[in-house]
C-alpha cells in the first residue's frame, strides 16, 4: 500500500472510530437528557398546579364571603367551579373543601356557627374555632375556607410517583352583612351562640 493511501485509509479509520465513540457517549448522556426533560415538565406542571389550587381556594373564600345568605348548594356550586377555575389541572375527586362561618359571642370567644363540606362523601378539614382567636370583635364572624387537594399528573402517575397534597387556609370578613346564615339560619350549634347586633 501507497504512503498516501496508508494515510487515506489511516484517516478513514480515526474517522469511522470517532463516529463509534459519538454514538457510545450519546448513548449514555441520551437517557440522562430524556430525564431532565422529564423532570423539567413534571416540576413545572407541579408548580402550575399548586398555583392554581391556591388561586382557586382563595376565590372560593372570597365568593362565599360576598353574600348575606348562603346554602348547601351554593356551597356545592362553588365546589363545582374548581373544574372550569382549574384547567387544564384535572381535579376528578380529588379536592375536598370545608366552609366554615366563626362567631365571636359577647366576650369575643370564637365559636363555629355552621360548616359545609364538599363532597359530600368527604371527611371534612378539622377546624378549631380557636385558631380565629383574635380576628374580630363581640358580634362579628368571619369566614373560613379550607381546601385540600391531591395533586397528580400523567408523569407522576406513570412512574408511581406519591401525589402531593395541597392544603389551603383562608379567613374572610363577610362583605354585605356582619353574619352570613347558611340554609337560612345563622348557627346550627343551639345555644352555642349569643343573638349577633344587627348590622
Not at 377555575?85 to 370567644?109: A, E, K, R
Amino acid at each position: 500500500m501507497k504512503p498516501n493511501e496508508l494515510r487515506c485509509h489511516r484517516a478513514a479509520s480515526i474517522a469511522g472510530n470517532r463516529r463509534g465513540i459519538a454514538a457510545v457517549e450519546f448513548a449514555f448522556i441520551a437517557p440522562i437528557l430524556a430525564v431532565m426533560m422529564i423532570t423539567l415538565v413534571e416540576l413545572t406542571l407541579r408548580y402550575q398546579g399548586v398555583e392554581k389550587f391556591h388561586r382557586y381556594a382563595s376565590q372560593a373564600g372570597d365568593l362565599a364571603s360576598r353574600t348575606s345568605v348562603l346554602t348547601t348548594a351554593d356551597i356545592g356550586d362553588i365546589y363545582g367551579a374548581a373544574d372550569k377555575m382549574m384547567q387544564p389541572i384535572p381535579v376528578g375527586n380529588n379536592l375536598t373543601i370545608t366552609v366554615t362561618s366563626i362567631g365571636f359571642d359577647s366576650t369575643g370567644t370564637p365559636k363555629i356557627l355552621w360548616q359545609r363540606t364538599k363532597p359530600n362523601t368527604a371527611t371534612p378539614i378539622p377546624v378549631s374555632a380557636s385558631d380565629a382567636a383574635g380576628l374580630g370583635y363581640a358580634g362579628d364572624t368571619v369566614i373560613r375556607t379550607d381546601a385540600r387537594f391531591h395533586y397528580s399528573s400523567a408523569i407522576s402517575t406513570a412512574f408511581s410517583l406519591e401525589n402531593i397534597e395541597l392544603v389551603r387556609k383562608m379567613y374572610f370578613r363577610p362583605r354585605s352583612s356582619r353574619v352570613i346564615t347558611m340554609d337560612g339560619s345563622i348557627s346550627e350549634n343551639g345555644n352555642d351562640w349569643d343573638a349577633i347586633p344587627a348590622s
